[in-house]
């Protein structure tokens, strides 16, 4: 089968999304720490901003590429460091409180990865037929498993 072909693992993109989270934001706080910042989402609010920017987009784009999956839908979601971007112009404009960017990007990234998964549900649900996913890896020059 050819990685990124619908097979229904592609659900797996927030829990990718989620892990990254996991595993790089705690090294802030124990970084951040060693400098004197014991609350670094309220110290240091750009920073966080781009820790958890970085920790939820990489990950998810990393597992995409990785899965094969087409070019658009993983520039569509590597686009999510416009919402960290925009988060700050409005941090930075007094509309939120800076301290609550970072926890505002947590609940508002998940929301904005699911547009673009709605708009392709036959990609993100596995739809769509083989023989599409056959004419796709091939157009790819991609090998597919299922051809033996």
């Known amino acids: 089968m050819v990685r990124g072909d619908g097979d229904g693992r592609e659900a797996g993109l927030p829990t ?6 996991r595993g790089r934001r ?11 910042y014991s609350h670094p989402f309220k110290d240091l609010p750009e920073l966080s901003v ?7 987009t990489a990950p998810m ?26 988060l700050l112009v409005v941090g930075w404009l007094s509309v939120l409180p800076m301290g609550d960017l970072a926890l505002w990007e947590h609940g508002l990234m998940m929301p904005a990865m699911l547009v673009p998964m709605f708009l392709r549900l036959d990609l993100y649900t596995g739809r769509h037929s083989h023989h ?12 597919n498993a299922h051809a033996g």
Do not use: S
Request: net charge positive; with cysteine.
């Open 61 to 86: 784009v990393a597992w995409m590429v990785y899965r094969g999956m087409p070019r658009r839908p993983v520039a569509e979601m590597a686009v999510m460091p416009v919402l960290g971007a925009a």
């Open 50 to 56: 781009l820790v958890v920017t970085f920790t939820m």
């Open 26 to 36: 705690p090294r802030l706080f124990l970084i951040a720490g060693k400098f004197g």
């Open 16 to 21: 990718r999304c989620l892990r990254g989270l």
């Open 132 to 143: 599409q996913t056959a004419a796709r890896a091939a157009r790819r020059g991609t090998r």
